[in-house]
């Protein structure tokens, strides 16, 4: 594997993370009620117990996407 070959596959796996975050922020923004509907049913939760999960849900995706993947893209790009 050579330095070019994983900057570019860092910098892909980087897109497709911030795009699937961008993707469920707008679903869990936009059709809320839909959503939590569904999750209640499946679940059993409670509706304040659901917006705790989601939001601790997208807030460690989103480390968890730029630890393993906008980071790596970045020092390989300085390298």
């Known amino acids: 594997m050579t330095i070019d070959f994983l ?6 796996i980087a897109v497709i993370n911030i ?3 961008a993707l469920a922020t707008l679903v869990l923004t936009l ?8 999750h209640t049913r499946i679940f059993g939760l409670d509706g ?3 917006k705790l999960a989601y939001f601790n849900w997208v807030g460690q995706y989103k480390i968890m996407a730029l630890i393993f993947s906008v980071v790596p893209y970045i020092a390989l790009r300085l390298a």
């Not at 900057?7 to 892909?12: I, L, V």
């Open 7 to 12: 900057t570019t596959f860092f910098g892909w």
């Open 19 to 21: 795009a699937y975050l």
């Open 31 to 38: 059709m809320r009620g839909w959503v939590t509907n569904m």
């Open 48 to 50: 304040s117990e659901l």
